[in-house]
């Protein structure tokens, strides 16, 4: 393609994102504070921009991935005159509240502003298992469509700016639960002097097969139902989990990964619903009316 593309950023994720987009044959410009950092990728074909106006001046769209929101404020904020009229893709993780503000600011500015979140560590980029989440406009979205799809697979969420952060973050979520479960579990293992590489397949196929639990829970939030159907049911669940507590201290091993579920659980039981199934316990997560 002979879009030209800017990437602004150049650590392990933009440097990955930037030779994504040079091997799908874009005019990739290139800027990053420690200039040093952009050299391998000049080599390779990309316009090295000595300054972050240079590198906005170059091309229609410009990639923003930095390490956080304040650097991306502070990088954009004096070049927003070249920015005018241009579209800016941040795929620097950020929260929900973070990207609307920098929507706004964008719009004040006459500058298009999708936001992103990359789900996907650098060496996954432009592989089939990497994908970007993306939320704003959407008619900026299919106008740059051919660039994002090189990075990765795009996942177009809506026009509410928020989303892409809101997503990324609970998809983030959902994987720390799961490394916590992952951790503890080795941590049981080894009291015992186990390999934890003679119990990684067997941790690896069970998680496997627990992942489909996913769409059945979706689907209690989604019809209010956690009474339906229950094969497992709460105060039965209740009980046990403090034997996996207890066999933690048994052994040996802190059980605080795990503890916060214990209470919850407790809680929802006491509030008569120990015959229900346990993703009820969604419903004491909320804090706001
Ligand atoms: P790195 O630490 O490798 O790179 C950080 C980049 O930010 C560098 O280019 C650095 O410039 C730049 N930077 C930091 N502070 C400033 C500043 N004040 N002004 C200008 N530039 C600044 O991080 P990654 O590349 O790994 O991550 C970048 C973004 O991608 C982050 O938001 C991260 O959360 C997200 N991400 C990363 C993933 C990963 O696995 N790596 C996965 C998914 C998302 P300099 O070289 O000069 O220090």
């Known amino acids: 393609s002979d879009t030209p593309v800017t990437v602004l950023g150049l650590g392990a994720m933009g440097t990955a994102l930037a030779c994504a987009l040079l091997k799908a044959g874009f005019r990739t410009t290139v800027w990053n504070r420690t200039a040093a950092k952009a050299e391998a990728l000049a080599g390779e074909g990309a316009r090295h921009a000595a300054t972050v106006a240079e590198a906005v001046e170059a ?27 241009k579209a800016v893709t941040n795929l620097t993780s950020g929260k929900p509240r973070q990207a609307r503000e920098l929507a706004a600011w964008a719009a004040d500015r006459g500058v298009d502003y999708l ?21 704003g406009p959407r008619d900026v979205f299919e106008t740059h469509r051919a660039a994002l799809d090189a990075m990765a697979r795009s996942e177009y969420l809506g ?4 989303l892409a952060s809101l997503y990324d973050i609970a998809l983030l979520s959902a994987m720390y639960g799961m490394f916590a479960g ?12 186990i390999k934890a590489a003679d119990f ?6 069970w998680l496997n097969g627990m992942s489909g639990a996913a769409t059945g829970v979706a689907a209690r939030i989604d019809q209010g139902d956690y009474a339906q159907g229950v094969v497992s049911n709460l105060a039965m669940q209740e009980a046990g989990f403090h034997h996996l507590l207890e066999t933690a201290e048994e052994q ?19 509030d008569g ?5 346990l993703s009820g316990l969604v419903e004491l997560l909320r804090t706001r009316a």
Do not use: K, N, Q
Not at 72 to 84: C, E, I
Not at 118 to 134: K, Q, R
Not at 159 to 162: I, K, L, P, W, Y
Not at 273 to 277: A, I, V, Y
């Open 59 to 85: 091309s229609p769209l410009v990639v923003v991935c930095l390490l956080d929101h304040d650097s991306v404020h502070d990088t954009l904020a004096p070049v927003a005159g070249a920015l005018s009229g």
């Open 115 to 135: 936001d992103g979140g990359i789900m996907a560590v650098p060496p996954m980029i432009a592989t089939p298992a990497a994908f970007i989440l993306y939320s």
């Open 159 to 162: 026009e509410d700016v928020g």
């Open 182 to 193: 992952i951790l503890h579990a080795h941590a049981l293992i080894r009291s015992e002097d």
């Open 200 to 205: 990684a397949p067997m941790l690896g196929s």
């Open 252 to 270: 040996g091993v802190s059980p605080e990964l795990l503890a916060p579920l214990a209470p919850l659980m407790t809680r929802r039981v006491a």
């Open 273 to 277: 619903h120990g015959h229900e199934d």
